[in-house]
């Protein structure tokens, strides 16, 4: 199974685009890459996934270089609301058991 | 429903007794996994369900820990003489094939006393 590698910790201040980097140097052929969101005393939420170059929703967009060995989670403008931990799971499309690391606890200050 | 239900939400218990959580995962999502989380720490996998037969269950830390899911649709995890070591945040989380997203529970508190 792929292993990800993410920042323990961010900070960030209101407004501010929030770029979060996970490390994911032996991911496979087929392989997808997903982000979740966690708050306190909540399940993770899916965010966003992608394969490859560049996805985007609503929500955030998601940077995948051509060697698929990283991706960049990006969070415009973000509010006190994105305080949260942040999961990069890399994976196959049927099913495994999707490891999560210890993910990125952003924090948004006022 | 229309998310993915654990029950209990909150459960204590004594050192050495026998614990149940269940998990109803959304109508129709074949792929069922159980995760366990401790505090400041990230989800860790427990076992994963392919319909009714666990295609994966080499997160369960040991013979203490069981999950049934007869059905296909709901699952039971199910923990012997409980250990301290085993309260934790119990979270279930289903998802259809293909590249199907997971689906989260709140997740089921477990205190061992």
């Known amino acids: 199974l792929a292993k990800t590698t993410q920042p323990i910790s961010m900070d960030s201040y209101e407004g501010q685009e929030v770029n979060i980097t996970c490390s994911h140097n032996n991911i496979a052929t087929n392989d997808y890459i997903t982000w979740y969101q966690q708050f306190p005393s909540q399940g993770p939420r899916f965010i966003i996934q992608g394969y490859k170059t560049k996805v985007t929703n609503e929500v955030a967009s998601l940077f995948i270089p051509a060697d698929r060995k990283s991706s960049t989670l990006s969070l415009p403008r973000v509010s006190l609301s994105d305080t949260a931990v942040y999961y990069c799971?890399?994976?196959?499309?049927?099913?495994?058991?999707?490891?999560f690391g210890p993910g990125t606890r952003l924090s948004v200050l006022p | 429903g229309a998310g993915v239900s654990q029950t209990p939400s909150n459960k204590v218990t004594e050192k050495g007794k026998y614990v149940e959580l269940r998990c109803d995962p959304i109508?129709?999502?074949?792929?069922l996994y159980w995760y366990r989380q401790s505090l400041g720490q990230g989800p860790e996998f427990l076992i994963y369900?392919?319909?009714?037969?666990?295609?994966?269950d080499s997160g369960l830390p040991n013979d203490r820990f069981f999950a049934v899911r007869p059905e296909g649709s709901v699952s039971t995890l199910k923990i012997q003489r409980t250990e301290r070591g085993d309260s934790a945040v119990y979270l279930c989380?289903?998802?259809?094939?293909?590249?199907?997203?997971?689906?989260f529970g709140e997740g089921s508190r477990l205190t061992v006393l």
């Open positions: 369900f392919q319909g009714t037969g666990a295609a994966d």
């Open positions: 109508s129709g999502h074949t792929a």
């Open positions: 989380a289903s998802r259809t094939g293909g590249t199907g997203e997971l689906f």
């Open positions: 799971l890399v994976g196959d499309s049927y099913g495994q058991n999707f490891v």
